[in-house]
C-alpha cells in the first residue's frame, strides 16, 4: 500500500476532510527501545522456573499488554491458577531482575531521526507504552532529552492495558485534540489494535519478528519496515492536504 493510498483510506473511514497530524503518540519497547528480545528472554525465564511451558516467540504477540496481565494469562492458561494482583506483581517484579540481569539494550535505529523530524513540524511527542519496568521508563528522560513530551501513559496509568484502546485514549486526553490528529507509532499487533479502535492514524514499524501483513490484519493504516523509512515519509504524512 502507498502512502496515498494509507491517508485517502484513513480519510474514508475516519469521515475527516483532511490528514492534520498534531500528536505522535509513541511506543515505548520496539520504537523507543530495542528491549523486546530481552524482555522475551526474561519472560521465558520466568515460566519456567514456575514450569509453564512457552515460546519467546509467543510474548512478541503478547506485547503491549501490561506485566500483571501477561502474568495472569500465563498462569490460567498454563496451570490454571488465577493469581491475584499482588501475587502476579510479585511474579512482574522477579521477570524484571531477570530483564536488568541481561544489561541494557540500544536504541531503535534511527528513532532519533523520527522524534526531531516531528519535534522540527511541531508535532507534539507523547509515550504510550504498557510497560509497568522502572529500569526501562526511567531510561526515556535520559536518553531522549528533549525529543519528548513530559505527558506520558504507561501501564501503571491505565486498568487495561493493549489491545484495550483505553491506552490511547488517554493518549488523546492528554494531548487535548481529536484522536483522529493523532498519530501512533506502534511495532506489536495488541498495540496496532489499541491504536485503531481509539481512532488514531495508526503507524507500524516492523522492528521484530512480526510481518508486515499481520500488521494491516490488525489494523495498522500503514506499515514501515524501518524508522529510517518512516522518518522519509513523515512530511508527506504531516503536511498533506
Ligand atoms: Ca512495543
Known sequence: MTLTEAINNFLRYSGCKELKITTALIDCDGVLFDTMKNHTRAWVRLMQK???????????????MTGVEIVKKKFKD??????????????????????????????????DDVLKTLKDAG?????????????????ID???EGLLSEKRVTGDDVKRGKPNPEPYL????L?????AQCMVIENAPLGVQA?????????????????????????ADIVF???NELAMALPEMIHHN
Open 50 to 64: 514456575n514450569g509453564i511451558k512457552c515460546t519467546r516467540d509467543e510474548f512478541y504477540l503478547y506485547e503491549g
Open 78 to 111: 498454563g496451570v490454571g491458577k488465577n493469581l491475584t494482583d499482588d501475587e502476579a506483581r510479585a511474579l512482574y517484579s522477579v521477570k524484571g531482575r531477570y530483564f536488568l540481569e541481561l544489561g541494557e539494550t540500544g536504541k531503535i535505529p534511527h528513532i
Open 123 to 139: 508535532v507534539e511527542r507523547i509515550v504510550v507504552t504498557g510497560s509497568q519496568q522502572p529500569s526501562v521508563l526511567n531510561r
Open 142 to 144: 535520559k536518553e531522549f
Open 170 to 173: 488517554k493518549g488523546v486526553e
Open 175 to 179: 494531548a487535548g485534540v481529536p484522536a
Open 195 to 219: 491504536a485503531h479502535a481509539a481512532g488514531c492514524f495508526t503507524v507500524a514499524v516492523t522492528t521484530g519478528p512480526i510481518s508486515e501483513k499481520e500488521m494491516y490484519k490488525a489494523g
Open 225 to 227: 519496515h524501518d524508522m
